[in-house]
């Protein structure tokens, strides 16, 4: 006979940064700040690098390349991609890529002025800058599959496409493009999905019940 011991786990998320929450510049005057339409929708693809056409390419380009254009096909819009190396951006895009600077402040803002973030990785842990847009209240397009489903709730912050599909991910561009009402709703319950989860003043509580008295 044995020993068993009992080992529990807890599950706490990373808290996003205050400065998202708090950033209060309204969508029109994002895009002044970054100089972008005011007239024609903003679809925005964020990825440490701008864009690869070789090598790992989890972060879906290649679904983007082929979806952008038929969205394009039943909708005009603005696609902005924030990343560092734009240079392999297809031109066929019409992209307007968009340098990091590392600043916190230009994220909120680039994220404020689009009306949906797409994101196409065939597998994320944790997506990050989905969590982020939601917070400033952007609704997301995103595969139905891996970390994704964690971050967004399909048909309420945001919309699932089938992973791998890039025509499926391009009807859900058009969807949020062409819903404006539909969109700015889920912005608004986005907003307050991430701030139930992801606040700091949410996940410090919670590192405090596990770790208080142990430390």
Do not use: C
Not at 101 to 128: C, F, W, Y
Not at 143 to 165: R, Y
């Amino acid at each position: 006979s044995g020993f068993t011991r009992s080992v529990k786990h807890t599950v706490i998320a990373n808290p996003l940064p205050q400065e998202l929450f708090d950033f209060v510049s309204s969508k029109s005057d994002s895009r002044e700040t970054l100089g972008l339409s005011h007239t024609e929708p903003i679809v925005l693809f964020t990825a440490w690098k701008a864009w690869k056409d070789t090598g790992d390419l989890n972060k879906g380009y290649d679904l983007l390349e082929r979806a952008i254009p038929i969205a394009r096909e039943q909708h005009s819009f603005s696609f902005v991609v924030l990343g560092h190396d734009g240079t392999l951006i297809p031109p066929k895009l019409g992209a307007i890529w968009i340098e990091p600077n590392g600043s916190q402040q230009q994220i909120a803002t680039i994220m404020r002025a689009a009306d949906v973030l797409v994101a196409a990785s065939r597998s994320e842990v944790l997506p990050t800058a989905v969590a982020e847009s939601q917070a400033l209240g952007t609704p997301a397009v995103v595969p139905g599959a891996s970390g994704f489903v964690d971050v967004v709730t399909d048909g309420e912050t945001g919309l699932f496409f089938a992973p791998e599909d890039p025509v499926s991910l391009a009807a859900r561009i058009v969807t949020m493009i062409e819903s404006p009402d539909n969109r700015e709703a889920m912005g608004r319950a986005a907003a307050a999905r991430a701030k139930q989860l992801w606040h700091p003043s949410v996940i410090a509580p919670q590192y405090s019940r596990v770790y208080g008295g142990r430390i």
